[in-house]
């Protein structure tokens, strides 16, 4: 980015130089895109991408630097994607996005540890790195991610995908870190389930 201190970035964007926007969107706007899209769909993902950055800039005088400037727009992203889920009469709760999946649920202890008797199958010739290089197991798991729960797939996107640390994604999506961990530990066992099934039966069990 032409713009080494982010401070430097914020003054422009709020005088409105050209260029500014232009390294701005350069820098934010696949991470944007993807969030949007994991909280709120890709049909409508653009649309709330857009919609953001309108907030964006409206907003951008009041900017304190608490959290990076890239933490603080995937905030609004998120902000923007909620919003339009209800709008779409689309929006749950967050107990029902974070609902646990029947196929899990007797499998962990409280502690989110293995259950004796209910530990995970052994693998078999193919190492998980084998599986995972086969393109009809990516498909799958792209498949299952895409289903999960709006704040579960966002939450391992932005982990998994994307690298943000707990806290990072607590300020993003605004929600505690214990909820954080929830969704993240339920989108990793539905995909670990997903792996394991694909391992003993060469099925996918996206839906």
Same mark, same amino acid.
């Given at each position: 980015?032409? +713009?080494?201190?982010?401070?430097?970035?914020?003054?422009?964007?709020?005088?409105?130089?050209?260029?500014?926007?232009?390294?701005?969107?350069?820098? +934010?706007?696949?991470?944007?895109?993807?969030?949007?899209?994991?909280?709120? @769909?890709?049909?409508?993902?653009?649309?709330?991408?857009?919609?953001?950055?309108?907030?964006?800039?409206?907003?951008?005088?009041?900017?304190?630097?608490?959290?990076?400037?890239?933490?603080?727009?995937?905030?609004?992203?998120?902000?923007?994607?909620?919003?339009?889920?209800?709008?779409?009469?689309?929006?749950?709760?967050?107990?029902?996005?974070?609902?646990?999946?029947?196929?899990?649920?007797?499998?962990?202890?409280?502690? @989110?540890?293995?259950?004796?008797?209910?530990?995970?199958?052994?693998?078999?010739?193919?190492?998980?790195?084998?599986?995972?290089?086969?393109?009809?197991?990516?498909?799958?798991?792209?498949?299952v991610i895409a289903a999960l729960p709006e704040l579960q797939g966002a939450t391992l996107r932005l982990r998994e995908q994307q690298g943000y640390s707990l806290n990072e994604i607590c300020n993003i999506l605004e929600v505690s870190e214990s909820n954080v961990r929830v969704l993240l530990h339920r989108a990793r066992?539905?995909?670990?389930?997903?792996?394991?099934?694909?391992?003993?039966?060469?099925?996918?069990?996206?839906?």
């Amino acid at each position: 980015m032409m +713009y080494e201190e982010e401070q430097a970035l914020v003054k422009a964007l709020i005088n409105k130089e050209e260029s500014a926007f232009r390294a701005a969107i350069k820098a +934010y706007q696949p991470s944007m895109l993807h969030l949007a899209n994991s909280i709120a @769909g890709e049909k409508i993902g653009d649309e709330v991408v857009q919609e953001a950055w309108f907030s964006v800039i409206k907003a951008l005088p009041r900017f304190e630097g608490r959290s990076s400037l890239k933490t603080w727009i995937l905030r609004i992203v998120a902000n923007e994607a909620k919003t339009r889920l209800r709008k779409e009469n689309r929006s749950i709760s967050l107990e029902a996005m974070t609902a646990d999946d029947p196929d899990l649920v007797d499998r962990f202890s409280d502690r @989110g540890h293995w259950i004796k008797g209910r530990e995970p199958t052994a693998w078999g010739a193919d190492s998980p790195e084998a599986l995972l290089t086969s393109d009809e197991l990516r498909d799958c798991l792209e498949l299952v991610i895409a289903a999960l729960p709006e704040l579960q797939g966002a939450t391992l996107r932005l982990r998994e995908q994307q690298g943000y640390s707990l806290n990072e994604i607590c300020n993003i999506l605004e929600v505690s870190e214990s909820n954080v961990r929830v969704l993240l530990h339920r989108a990793r066992n539905r995909l670990f389930t997903t792996i394991e099934h694909f391992e003993n039966t060469g099925e996918c069990c996206a839906t």
